[in-house]
């Protein structure tokens, strides 16, 4: 390979680079929002047990790297539960089929929460009045989170107080 070669190529890298950090930034910024709409949620379900002192959340920094998103820094939460430590994890925003997704890790078993639209009940299906009101329309997707169960029938479940509760009972071998 010549200089030559090897000169347009990192141009191009450069080039691609600076095109994609503008839609990186917007990417993270909702991607942040998302985290921290989570996370509220995840405090308001547990608010009486933390109040009632039998449940602690403590938050710490995490970084991640992600291709086309960079370095950057994501709050990790731990749930103890009596002798059980649960982490609420982001993994990130790149995720095939879906906009996020933060794993709930336990002494038990681990549940996936994603971010995806909010008409999505397994993956790749959307319900065709939703489909069909969409085509032509370049109107933002409302977005939700969801827990994904577990393969090979993974389906995509509703994220609300209940169903956070069973997920927390799951992985903390309630």
């Known amino acids: 390979m010549s200089h030559k070669e090897f000169d347009k190529f990192v141009e ?6 600076i095109t994609n950090s503008v839609g990186s930034q917007e990417r993270l910024k909702q991607w942040s929002v998302a985290r921290q709409s989570f996370f509220d949620r995840v405090v308001k379900f547990l608010q009486s047990y933390v109040t009632a002192g039998k449940i602690e959340i403590t938050f710490s920094d995490k970084s991640i790297v992600e291709d086309l998103l960079g370095e950057y ?14 982490r609420l994890l982001p993994i990130g925003a790149n995720i095939i089929g879906a906009k ?28 065709p009045a939703v489909r069909a009101g969409r085509a032509g329309q370049k109107n933002r997707e409302r977005l939700a989170w969801k827990i ?9 479940l509703p994220f609300n107080e209940e169903t956070f509760f069973d997920a927390l009972m799951e992985v903390a071998d309630g």
Request: no cysteine; net charge negative.
């Open 12 to 17: 191009s890298q450069h080039s691609r680079a």
């Open 73 to 86: 820094v994501v709050q990790v939460a731990t749930i103890r539960v009596g002798a059980s430590l649960i």
């Open 100 to 127: 996020g997704r933060i794993d709930m890790s336990g002494p038990n078993a681990v549940v996936r929460f994603i971010l995806v639209p909010e008409e999505l009940v397994a993956p790749g299906t959307e319900m």
């Open 148 to 156: 994904a169960t577990s393969p090979p029938n993974v389906e995509f």
